[in-house]
């Protein structure tokens, strides 16, 4: 029997289009009332007054949590990173415009929508910027987490100097990346139960249950396993709720106090600050190379807006780091420091705007070279790791440019820009690589057979879109040598076996490995108790006395991690069709090769990678928060004025799955395949708006009037 | 909580009796949305959906659509398309399916602006709350209006139907206390001057009926450009609604309204003169666009909307010549 690859459609689907599927804010308990948070109008100073006498009186309205009333938590509301430092009313002080600084609660959600907005804040402001520019004199280095690491901001090799002195062309630019928001379907919500005064239920969106419990545990100073969290369901997060964020804690600060179970979530325009975003990036690109292609330096600056209060690193210049073969490679990380809530991942965090200027930066030296961008990445293939001198677990990039470039028709591209016309629209073609760490983290899982020969597996991940019930369902049933229907897989829960958060494109490779071990496990020990294939499961059980057979196993990351570097890579290619006059881009065609490791599931993985790529469109031409830089407030708050590609922006996009075995990377031979098609798209797109226009546009996003 | 009455007219009659210090209310996509941020808080709903005011009906000098027709079935309609391309166009390219498919015509002619402090309470608006001042005039004004606005107020005029309508030279027949009466388009939305809390020259209690669009033939011959962020689900960065009468080679009549840059619906007769008895090419169009954006004053953010308007202005004026 084979379940893994097969292309399952997603056990949970049914569920999720008939409404079964359950989502935070839809569990309900008895005696439940309502929060609504109330959010700063300054971007900074403090909070002198928040006058809530007109709406405690409202009808309906059990209480206004306010700096002055609400509970001190007896325990730091901050633990290691990447936990969030989280403004939950212990204070005075306000670091950005819209951070909560007080909560309504009352007995219906109306009751406390109007009661929220009946409250009155009087503040004293302090001076501000939400400008990078004006504070970026005073960036400072900072090492960055990534994939669960700590990684040094700077890392060198060679002489940059030298390999630019050398270069016989040169690029030497700057790009930009602007603030983008968190804005998944499903804003952030949580309910919080006290079933005792010491005990606490959770309902969260979250993408990491075992962090909300710690952060809930340490700031109740409660033993963690007091704080039981449930997360069934998530609509969408991609990075948005790996870190609980404030809310979260008010929530259940709400809750005591009223003295009810307490059901929060965040209304739309409560988005635009609180739970991060994509920072503000400006990277400074300098490359150099022969005459034939080949690089003699390459060195990438980047520096990214992070809050006052706490440090969110954009890794930006990782990439360079890895990718091309280069002799002489500098990559740098910048924090700035705003009055601006804290960005966070998002996406493809670093890869997804790293790419932008590095691949830009790269289509820029193949015009100055006039060679075919394609060829000179080509060229500049690295066999090993530039940085480090040690080799790729596996690496399958060249197939993926060939295949790529194949399915596109890449031969079909005049170097020339404005050569290619159709019905009056200019067209361009743009390719980039693209390149995302493999990321392991330990996991844990059990499993269980059941008397009647069906099995249930269980780990702490979450189900984000990802496809989480299926795939891990799939590795399970292969591993017992059971059909599907047999297995059940359940997740989402902080009492069950921890799981790594489910983020960094992570789980599918760290939770699938230790499904698999624990399934071998089983299936050994069902074996060792006389089982001669499945169909004697059940039997086996019950001879032994009908209880449940149970087995917990670990996948860990090892030594291998030293002594390989690790990524999925792939290449983007794009067509554009741009309006000679207006300057209106479209996206005809997105076609995208990737080579991940083993693929589980196909159907799945192409949607991810399609989710991915989709994303890069809207990274290229849409996204943007907008500051208004006098109230030091993002502007943009609905999903009219801040922009996500729409289906007709949409056109065609093709990922193509290229073959790869890895057999070091984890035991499940797997590279998460969750944010891969983000990275290099808006720069492939952007290099297609250079191919049809001829003009560069180094900042994003490529909005008509950049092209007028 | 904020408490309102709701009441479904059961007739015209009953409509603009109960009018006077209520809103209609009528697909309810501008007004409820603004209802739920406390930006618009009426103490009466009267709720005009149901009335038989759906009808799109072709008269010998003109098309009349009733004001409750959704903007769905006025774009869908045969004599819509037929007649004025340009308000099917216009109509299509706004909002999304969904909301075209409860919207209608007078609650489309009377949507509210889109600027982002006029939504947010947690800044300055006159429109809003007057008196208050400004946030925009010292803000974000990408989206802001160029042309038509005052030192209170520049918010844009967010309607795509409206451009076409403008273009058309509609009239809209309304009704109230003190009986019937038309009001030609130009004179329907006010510019915001020093009352910008004042938008529409409708007295209390007067409800639309319809809105009379009268045929020529350069509405036939008519199309609407629209230049946006994204392809669909976004308001215009600029707009053109443009019509052609052409005879022997030259135009004889011309209709051109500009959206995206106003704070109202921008037509100007100048530019539509200037193009009467030439011939229908480029330097004509381009001469029209200059006149049609004269007196724009723009700011940091929406400085490309001359630039931009112009050009939109020629690309309808050169697909209206090429015909349908
Ligand atoms: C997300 C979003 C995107 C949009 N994008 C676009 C776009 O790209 N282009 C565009 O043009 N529009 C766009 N719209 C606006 C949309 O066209 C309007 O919301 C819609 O036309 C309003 O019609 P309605 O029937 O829902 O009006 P309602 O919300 O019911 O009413 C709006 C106003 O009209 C008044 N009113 C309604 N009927 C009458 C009557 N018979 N007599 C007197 N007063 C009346 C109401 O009292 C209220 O003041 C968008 C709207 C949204 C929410």
């Known amino acids: ?96 415009s819209n951070q909560p600084v ?24 302090a001076r501000h910027t939400v400008r990078l520019e004006d504070e970026l004199a005073n960036a400072v280095p900072h090492d960055l987490i990534a994939g669960g690491r700590s990684i040094p901001a700077d890392e060198a090799r060679g002489d940059v100097a030298r390999g630019l002195r050398e270069a016989d062309a040169r690029v030497e630019q700057t790009y930009e990346t602007p603030p983008e928001t968190h804005n998944p379907m499903e804003p952030h919500a949580t309910v919080a139960v ?12 979250t993408q990491w249950v075992f962090a909300v419990q710690r952060k809930l545990a340490r700031a109740f100073a409660m033993p963690k396993e007091n704080v039981h969290v449930i997360a069934k369901f998530v609509g969408g997060a991609f990075g948005s709720k790996g870190s609980p964020w404030s809310h979260v804690l008010l929530t259940a600060m709400a809750a005591k106090q009223v003295g009810r179970p307490v059901k929060l979530a965040l209304m739309r325009p409560h988005m635009f600050g609180m739970v991060g975003g994509r920072p503000h990036t400006r990277q400074k690109l300098a490359l150099g190379a022969r005459k034939d292609g ?122 020339r820009p404005r050569a290619q016309t159709r019905e009056g629209m200019l067209v361009g073609m743009g390719m980039a690589t ?47 040598g059971l059909p599907v229907e047999k297995v059940r897989f359940d997740l989402g829960d902080s009492t069950m076996p921890e799981a790594p958060i489910t983020a960094g494109s992570i789980s599918t490779a760290s939770v699938g490995s230790a499904v698999l071990l624990v399934c071998r496990a089983l299936r050994q020990r069902l074996e060792q108790m006389g089982a001669s294939g499945a169909a004697s499961y059940a039997e086996v059980v019950q001879r032994a006395g009908g209880a449940p057979i149970e087995e917990r196993s670990k996948a860990a990351p090892g030594e291998e991690r030293k002594r390989y ?59 943007h928060s907008v500051y208004d830089e006098k109230l030091g407030r993002i502007i943009s708050r609905d999903l009219a004025d801040y922009h996500v590609a729409s289906n007709a922006d949409v056109q065609s996009i093709e990922p193509i799955l290229v073959e790869e075995e890895d057999t070091v990377v984890d035991p499940a031979g797997v590279k998460g395949m969750g944010e891969i098609g983000t990275c290099g798209a808006a720069a492939a797109i952007a290099n297609a708006v250079f191919n049809a226009t001829g003009r560069r546009i180094r900042s994003l996003p490529i909005t008509p009037d950049n092209l007028l | 909580m904020r408490h309102f009455s709701y009441q479904r007219a059961a007739s015209v009659e009953d409509a603009v009796r109960a009018g006077p210090g209520a809103a209609f209310l009528a697909g309810g996509t501008s007004l409820v949305d603004l209802m739920k941020l ?136 309304v009704r109230g206390p003190n009986g019937d009466r038309d009001i030609p388009f130009g004179d329907f939305h006010l510019l915001p001057g020093d009352h910008p809390e004042r938008e529409f020259a409708l007295e209390p209690g007067e409800l639309v009926l319809s809105v009379f669009i009268p045929f020529s033939a350069a509405g036939m011959r008519s199309r609407y450009v629209k230049v946006r962020d994204r392809a669909s689900y976004a308001f215009a960065l600029a707009s053109c609604a443009a019509g052609l009468e052409i005879a022997s080679g030259k135009i004889r009549a011309a209709q051109l309204a500009l959206g995206g840059v106003g704070t109202k619906p921008w037509r100007v007769p100048e530019a539509e003169q200037a193009l009467q008895g030439q011939s229908p090419e480029r330097v004509a169009f381009q001469r029209a666009a200059e006149i049609a954006v004269r007196g724009a004053q723009t700011r940091r953010d929406n400085a490309f909307k001359m630039e931009l308007a112009r050009r939109t202005a020629v690309r309808a004026l050169t697909l209206a010549a090429e015909g349908a």
Request: glycine letters at 8%; charged letters at 20%.
């Open chain 1, 565 to 623: 570097t690790m990524l999925g890579h792939g290449a983007q290619f794009a067509e554009v069709l741009v309006d000679p006059e207006l300057g209106m881009v479209r996206v005809a065609r997105l076609v995208g090769a990737f080579a991940c490791g083993r693929v589980l599931n196909a159907r799945l993985a192409r949607s991810q990678l399609m989710g991915g790529m989709v994303w890069g469109i809207g990274m290229a031409l849409h996204e």
């Open chain 1, 102 to 125: 007080a909560v309504a609660v009352a007995d219906t959600f109306e009751r406390a929508v109007h009661a929220a907005l009946m409250v009155r804040i009087r503040s004293e402001p």
């Open chain 1, 294 to 415: 080949r690089l003699t330096a390459l060195s990438h600056q980047s520096a990214s807006a992070t809050s006052r209060f706490d440090v969110f690193v954009e890794g930006c210049a990782l990439q360079a780091r890895h990718l091309y073969a280069c002799p002489n490679i500098e990559s740098k990380h910048r924090i700035v420091r705003l009055d601006i809530g804290t960005p966070t991942f998002m996406r493809a965090p670093g890869e997804a705007s790293g790419s932008f200027a590095l691949e830009s930066a790269l289509d820029e030296l193949a015009v100055a070279l006039d060679l075919d961008p394609l060829e000179l990445r080509l060229k500049n293939h690295a066999e090993k790791d530039p940085i480090e001198d040690r080799p790729f677990s596996s690496k399958s990039l060249r197939a993926c440019y060939a295949e790529g470039a194949r399915r596109f028709g890449w031969e079909k591209r005049s170097a």
């Open chain 1, 1 to 96: 029997m084979k379940n893994i690859g097969d292309p399952l459609p997603r056990v949970d689907g049914p569920a999720k289009v008939t409404g079964a599927a359950r989502y935070a804010y839809e569990w309900q308990v008895p005696g439940m009332a309502y929060a609504v948070l109330v959010t700063s109008n300054t971007a900074r100073g403090r909070v002198l007054e928040v006058d809530a006498s007109a709406a405690t009186r409202e009808p309906g309205v059990l209480a206004v949590l306010t700096p002055q009333n609400a509970m001190r938590l007896p325990g730091p509301t901050q633990g290691e990173p990447p936990d969030r430092v989280v403004q939950a009313l212990q204070d005075d002080r306000v670091y950005f």
């Open chain 1, 194 to 205: 006290w079933e005792a005064p010491d005990r606490l239920t959770v309902y969260d969106s």
């Open chain 2, 38 to 173: 406390e930006v618009l808080n009426p103490s009466r709903l009267v709720d005009v959906s149901r009335l038989d005011l759906r009808g799109i009906e072709a008269r010998p000098d003109g098309l009349r659509i009733g004001a409750c027709a959704t903007n769905s079935e006025v774009a869908a309609h045969p004599e819509v398309k037929r007649r004025f391309p340009v308000l099917s166009e216009a109509l299509l390219s706004g909002a999304s399916p969904q909301l075209r498919n409860v919207a209608t015509v007078a609650g489309n002619l009377m949507q509210r602006t889109r600027c982002a402090y006029y939504r947010d309470l947690a800044t300055a608006c006159n429109k809003r709350e007057p008196g208050s001042g400004c946030a925009a005039l010292e803000g974000w004004t990408r989206m802001h209006a160029i042309l038509g606005g005052s030192e209170r107020c520049i918010a844009l005029h967010p309607s795509d139907m409206c451009v076409a309508m403008a273009a058309l030279q509609a009239v809209i027949h």
């Open chain 1, 434 to 480: 693209a390149a995302y760490p493999g990321n392991f983290a330990p996991a844990q899982a059990l499993a269980r057979m059941n008397a009647d020969g069906t099995a249930l597996v269980q780990s702490g991940m979450l189900e984000v879109g990802n496809g989480a019930y299926t795939v891990m369902r799939q590795v399970a049933a292969d591993a017992l």
